[in-house]
């Protein structure tokens, strides 16, 4: 239950393009889903995230959706530019208690490569 | 503010020896976190720290591996002895308990030969 499974692997997309990342989940009990962006040689560095009250959240060309009642989110890079090519990682978390620290749990992360 | 600080960025060393890695938390954050990143298994939680004190490091994957927070600025990963299955980047990240999202370092490549 404490899995995050994510989807593609790896990514290939003209500039200019959409580019979409697919994350599933099982624990009812996440609340917190973040993404990071991770470049070559770099930690992974957070990039959006969003709360499961709303389904959509926007942050310049990157966008997360989410669906509760599928349990999946998704993230969407619009009019992607060669510099967008890095890892990207989906992750979930919960408090295990108040004000504890939200233990993430990465998805398996999706390789994006924009082509110039 | 100069982010999370590890030390060294790469290490190489052979079968048997002991490894030390070194994280310096961003200044205020209460919470420091230790994570291996593969291309097998991902990025994994080895162990996290609240107020110095280890909370939970179930997954540290065998004795060999060993955390330390002596103050609010200083953590060690020691791996004794070090084999070739250990080779892999190794970040530190720290956080607090009002702001959800953590800051990672750089990391650490090692390679045991």
């Known amino acids: 239950q404490q899995q995050v499974k994510q989807s593609p692997q790896s990514l290939i997309v003209q500039k200019g393009g959409i580019s979409i990342i697919n994350c599933a989940y099982e624990?009812?009990?996440?609340?917190?889903f973040p993404w990071y962006q991770q470049f070559p040689g770099k930690g992974p560095a957070l990039l959006i995230a969003?709360?499961?009250?709303?389904s959509e959240k926007k942050e310049g060309r990157f966008t997360i959706s989410f669906n509760k009642s599928a349990k999946q989110f998704s993230l969407h890079i619009m009019d992607s530019q060669p510099g967008d090519s890095a890892t990207y990682f989906c992750?979930?978390?919960?408090?295990?208690?108040?004000?504890?620290?939200?233990?993430?749990?990465f998805g398996s992360g999706t390789q994006l490569t924009v082509l110039p | 503010d100069a982010g999370v600080i590890q030390s060294p960025r790469h290490e190489v060393t052979e079968m048997g020896q002991e490894v030390t890695l070194r994280c310096k938390p961003i200044?205020?954050?209460?919470?420091l976190f230790w994570y291996r990143q593969t291309m097998m298994r991902g990025l994994e939680l080895l162990i996290y720290?609240?107020?110095?004190?280890?909370?939970?490091d179930s997954g540290m994957p065998e004795d060999r591996f060993s955390a330390k927070m002596p103050n609010a600025s200083f953590s060690t990963l020691k791996i004794q002895p070090s084999e070739p299955r250990d080779s892999a980047v190794y970040f530190c990240?720290?956080?607090?308990?009002?702001?959800?999202?953590?800051?990672f370092g750089s990391g650490t490549r090692l390679t045991v030969v």
């Open positions: 990240a720290s956080g607090d308990s009002v702001r959800y999202g953590y800051t």
């Open positions: 624990n009812t009990a996440f609340d917190y």
């Open positions: 969003i709360r499961p009250d709303v």
């Open positions: 992750a979930a978390s919960r408090a295990v208690s108040s004000g504890s620290a939200r233990q993430l749990t």
């Open positions: 200044s205020g954050h209460d919470y």
């Open positions: 720290f609240n107020n110095n004190v280890p909370i939970d």
